[in-house]
């Protein structure tokens, strides 16, 4: 490949990844956002959300006082984005372009390793503080550096992933009254691991990788890294965080980032995680071997597919068992069980389903799931029905209601469940076809109701979690509106379930997560369970005498069953926890809430605005060596915190050519009409000659989903504007362009590829001129695209891709209306057309009616998941690709003998056969690269020069 076209896919490769850094997200433009302003923060919230964002203004501030004394910097203002568009608990934070904390109020459900907290706002803001303040430093030659290039200056922002994230599980714990540190579901982990000798095989490379599909997953950073901050901080103090926050500000990214520990400890992080896990491991056995002191609950295991398996529930003719397992690619699918015979399983793909329950005639089952299927701007939890005589039809009984843990009543009229909000919850019930809803208990702001189940028709229980992560059973009696608190010697306690011996649920008063038994008048209870890890979800089977529930294991959570007998009676001994963080005698006697809500109340509240947030803060160089000279790129984005704007701008020059560029693009969301803008300036080469042609493009629109349809459904619309210079002669084309795109396909967790599904797109542009000449052209334009993912006959994580491509224009000039196609897959085909050849050169055809057909036969290699010690590459697995290319146009192509471009027609067809070997990698600890080496074999000699085609590329 030439320079020109090398430059070709690097300008559009680029301007395309920069696209990527907008906010992946939009707003809903109805809401009213506000402002409020601390001394310290400003948080972005919903005008209906004042008290919530009251609170969260308070944990800022709150926070600041804590942790500014420990880093010493930070930020003049942070802002905090309220973000209630999701059911699923988290944040993030960042500061790129500016200090930016977004957090999702909704409270974590019980099962979630987030799940175990005491005040979940203010230490989700503990958390996230954390991060703005280790990316604030920059010191010695970075200093002037952030003068010069802005905000993205940051050293720290690019330290590994359990070394950030274990400072902030740390954090959170130490100046809070809970926190993971704290969790006994955080030991239970570990006992697992331990158990099964899993915990020592850890290492620091592994550490940082939260996409392994191996226990504890996504969980791995967390876990490990709060460990190995927790060793040092007890060491050393507080202190450390400074020392090594500040040290590592000055310092050259991803490389001799183990100088620091030396220095301080007398050793690297690999060397201090290795003893930590022996220790750690030690530590855990030492709490199994407590554990069995007693009688040990012997589980066995119901074999399923997937990497776990839980939530269950035994129907009430105790004749079927259904349970929700995750599969390979995260995807929850319902398990339904009959003796010893499956009559459903994995016919579809469900999405965090927190709770599955059986109608009282055992004919039909109810759940929960989060989705958006049609809601472009939220993603929230919705109750499901499914009945035995059709299980493959699924009957959503509410939309868009933030409706979870469902259960029927006894008479199976009506539904209790949780009704979920920003920073609350709710006890409410429901008539069963989803009318008539009614809240019939609000506890306080941070305050966590779970499972509620009706224990009779007058009683429902549930459990209630506080401020201080005291979690509690609770029996509402409808009738007469009166609460009581039960079972309280069995304190923290969960779960609770009606069957025919009784309420079972989950008590940690021992430390460790057991299932409990309690007689019909809630007064006593005996364990049923004595695990070494945690069990959840328990269920009985009185007519075979056995008791359900899933149980962690070092492989993760697994549903096991085990014999019951009605006059069992364990004892679970009690255990200390693992790892001892005492809580801070000032946070102790803080009464946070209050002591907050009486200084928040004086902070003005001012209306949301976009522009003071619009000014670049950053730009990037890049220098790209040529034969003749340099290629240099300048770029900026930037984006108000709510999405409501976003930009992006590149700016080229070719010392070779003397020729710049120009790209930019602008998003406005501020309607639910999106609009877009766009306008670029840029060379391109032909094969056949050095003369350029010069392009000039322009676009506005909109692009947006189409209305009540699902979101698989979206549209652009709008009008284009394209100016070309070719030698001697203008060419201007403007004109109304649509496309509509389809896409059902997704590949998540362990697939080297979507693995089911379809995309389908097609487009159509009117070139409209009044009236045409040589210059303004008036001719359309229609494309299709259809692509298809079939794995079904094929060993697991083996696909077959089809991918059919068409072009036509009614213009007969190729070289001023053609496409052209790519000779490999780069970040982005889309440089001076979009076909793909492999095994020929770019832009080796052209042509104004194309078809392009891709098959490719994807297959898995090797599992690696290794890397070494701290060096910011880590390899993740290998699979390989055959392929098949075609391509047949009313057009040119390009012979390379005759270094001319030569007429073709449809009837002549062009092919290739290859194969490719990839290499996914994790690099510089967040960049995940995807290395190839191609072999590639143009069929036509006089085009591809004969031979085979080596290849190697790099993909995001």
């Given amino acids: 490949m030439n320079d020109h076209l090398l430059l070709n896919m690097l300008n559009l490769t680029f301007l395309l990844t920069l696209l990527t850094s907008f906010p992946s997200y939009a707003v809903d433009p109805l809401i009213n956002w506000k402002v409020i302003k601390t001394p310290h923060f400003e948080v972005i919230y919903d005008a209906k959300q004042h008290q919530i964002a009251q609170q969260y203004a308070g944990y800022a501030e709150n926070s600041f006082d804590l942790l500014s004394p420990i880093f010493k910097e930070y930020p003049e203002k942070t802002i ?24 999702r109020p909704v409270l974590p459900e019980q099962s979630e390793t987030i799940g175990m907290y005491g005040n979940w706002g203010y230490e989700l803001v503990l958390h996230e503080y954390t991060h703005i303040l280790s990316f604030e430093p920059a010191h010695g030659l970075v200093r002037p550096l952030r003068w010069v290039f802005g905000s993205i200056m940051s050293p720290n922002l690019v330290l590994p992933r359990w070394w950030l994230e274990g400072l902030a599980v740390k954090t959170e714990t130490d100046f809070s009254e809970w926190g993971r540190l704290r969790s006994t579901s955080q030991d239970a982990v570990l006992r697992a691991l331990a158990e099964e000798n899993l915990l020592t095989k850890e290492n620091i490379a592994r550490a940082n990788e939260a996409g392994i599909l191996e226990y504890p997953f996504g969980s791995r950073p967390y876990l490990f890294g709060s ?38 400890f007398g050793k690297g992080y690999e060397d201090i995680f290795t003893r930590l896990l022996h220790e750690t491991h030690d530590k855990a056995k030492a709490q199994i071997e407590t554990i069995r002191q007693a009688p040990q609950t012997r ?95 699924e009957n959503k009984i509410t939309i868009s209601k933030r409706a979870q843990q469902p259960a029927y009543s006894l008479d199976g009229k009506q539904i209790v469940y949780v009704q979920t909000g920003g920073g609350w919850n709710a006890l409410a019930t429901m008539s069963s076809d989803g009318t008539n809803s009614k809240i019939l208990y609000t506890p306080p702001l941070q305050h966590r109701i779970s499972f509620p189940e009706f224990i009779n028709n007058e009683e429902i229980i549930f459990s209630e979690r506080n401020l201080k992560g005291e979690e509690q059973l609770t029996v509402l009696n409808l009738a007469r509106n009166k609460f009581r608190r039960v079972l309280k010697d069995f304190v923290p306690a969960y779960n609770p379930r009606r069957t025919k011996a009784g309420i079972l649920f989950i008590s940690e008063k021992s430390g460790v997560a057991n299932a409990y038994l309690a007689n019909n008048s809630l007064t006593h209870a005996s364990a049923l369970t004595n695990t070494i890890s945690r069990v959840n979800h328990p269920d009985l089977d009185l007519t075979n005498q056995k008791i359900y529930y899933t149980e962690l294991t070092g492989r993760g959570s697994r549903i096991s069953e085990s014999r019951y007998q009605p006059n069992m009676r364990l004892n679970p001994p009690k255990i200390a926890p693992a790892t001892e963080v005492p809580i801070k005698k000032e946070i102790a006697e803080a009464e946070l809430d209050s002591r907050l809500n009486q200084s928040v109340s004086r902070y003005p509240v001012k209306d949301y605005s976009s522009w003071k947030y619009m000014l670049p803060s950053y730009w990037l160089p890049f220098i790209y060596p040529l034969t003749n000279g340099v290629f240099i790129e300048a770029t900026t984005s930037n984006s108000d915190p709510l999405g409501k704007h976003s930009y992006t701008g590149l700016l080229t020059y070719n010392t070779s050519t003397s020729s710049t560029g120009t790209f930019f693009t602008y998003l406005n969301n501020q309607t639910r009409l999106p609009l877009t803008l766009s306008y670029s300036i840029y060379e391109e080469y032909l094969l056949s000659s050095s003369t350029p042609r010069k392009n000039q493009t322009a676009f506005v629109g909109s692009q947006t989903y189409i209305y009540s349809l699902p979101k698989k459904w979206q549209m652009l619309a709008g009008w284009t504007y394209s100016q070309r210079d070719v030698t001697t002669r203008e060419v201007i084309r403007t004109g109304p362009k649509l496309t509509v795109t389809y896409s059902t396909a997704s590949q998540k967790g362990d697939e080297i590829s979507p693995e089911s599904g379809n995309t389908l797109a097609t487009n159509y542009t009117h070139y409209y001129a009044q009236e045409p000449t040589s210059t303004r052209l008036d001719y359309e334009e229609y494309g299709l695209e259809w692509g298809n993912y079939f794995s079904s006959w094929f060993p697991e994580r083996h696909v077959l891709y089809s991918h059919l491509k068409g072009l036509y224009a009614n213009y007969g000039s190729n070289v001023v209306a053609g496409a052209t196609t790519a000779g490999a897959v780069f970040q982005s085909t889309v440089f001076a057309g979009d076909f793909l050849m492999r095994g020929y050169p770019s832009g080796a055809f052209l042509g104004t009616k194309v078809a392009n057909l891709n098959l490719e036969y994807r297959f898995p290699i090797s599992k690696i998941n290794r890397g070494s010690g701290m060096m910011p590459f880590f390899a993740k697995r290998v699979h390989g690709r055959a392929f098949v290319d075609a391509i047949i146009l009313d057009g040119l192509f390009y012979d390379i003998k005759r270094e001319a471009y030569i007429p073709t027609n449809i009837q002549k067809g062009f092919s290739a ?8 990698t994790n690099t510089f600890f967040y960049l995940p690269l995807d290395i190839y080496i191609g072999v590639y074999y143009g069929m036509d000699d006089a085009i591809s020069g004969g031979g085979i085609t080596p290849f190697i590329g790099i993909t995001l």
């Fill in 80 to 103: 905090i984005v309220i973000d209630d568009s999701s059911d699923q608990a988290n944040g993030y934070a960042t500061r790129l372009p500016y200090p930016l904390i977004n957090v």
């Fill in 227 to 264: 460990l190995i901050w927790q060793k040092m901080v007890s060491e050393k103090g507080h202190s450390t965080i400074y020392d090594l926050t500040q040290r590592y500000s000055s310092r050259v990214p991803f490389f001799f980032l183990d100088t620091p520990p030396m220095e301080m």
């Fill in 299 to 393: 589980g066995k295991e119901i074999s399923f597919n997937g990497l776990s398996s839980g939530i269950l529930d035994v129907s009430p003719d105790e004749k079927k068992l259904a349970y929700v397992t995750r599969g390979h690619n995260w995807a929850s699918e319902i398990v339904l069980v009959e003796g010893n015979s499956t009559l459903f399983s994995g016919k579809d793909r469900l999405n965090n389903i927190t709770r599955i329950s059986w109608h009282p005639n055992s004919k039909k089952i109810i759940y929960d799931k989060i989705g958006a299927d049609s809601d472009r701007y939220n993603i929230y939890f919705d109750i499901y029905e499914r009945s035995l005589t059709d299980f493959k039809k």
């Fill in 913 to 920: 056969v290859g194969t490719e070997i990839h290499l996914e």
